[in-house]
């Protein structure tokens, strides 16, 4: 298995700030989406990123290949939703993972 890095960019750098409420419903759609797959095991982490420059979301994920997850990230809702969103694939040749807590 390997991991990337999967970096959502939204329709503009103000998204954080003034969505409208389709898009605040959309985005709990991402939310469901993104957590149901960490609750799979294949999302490792997910969230906003809190980028001056305009946030952004971040999922990392442990799938078999880049391909996987270029599919996982055509599927989530704002993807579909044809509202110019995108994903940025980014493979993680080394991933060191922390030791599970106690």
């Given at each position: 298995?390997?991991?990337?890095?999967?970096?959502?960019?939204?329709?503009?750098?103000?998204?954080?700030?003034?969505?409208?409420?389709?898009?605040?419903?959309?985005?709990?759609?991402?939310?469901?989406?993104?957590?149901?797959l960490a609750g799979r095991g294949i999302a490792v982490v997910f969230g906003p990123v809190?980028?001056?420059?305009?946030?952004?979301?971040?999922?990392?994920?442990e799938v078999e290949d880049e391909a996987d997850a270029r599919a996982l990230a055509a599927?989530?809702?704002?993807?579909?939703?044809?509202?110019?969103?995108?994903?940025?694939?980014?493979?993680?040749?080394?991933?060191?993972?922390?030791?599970?807590?106690?």
């Open positions: 298995m390997k991991f990337f890095l999967c970096k959502l960019v939204p329709p503009r750098p103000t998204f954080a700030q003034d969505m409208t409420e389709a898009e605040t419903k959309l985005m709990q759609e991402h939310v469901m989406y993104w957590t149901e809190a980028d001056p420059k305009g946030a952004w979301g971040v999922a990392i994920v599927i989530d809702p704002t993807i579909k939703s044809d509202r110019n969103f995108n994903f940025e694939i980014y493979s993680m040749p080394i991933a060191v993972l922390r030791k599970p807590a106690a």
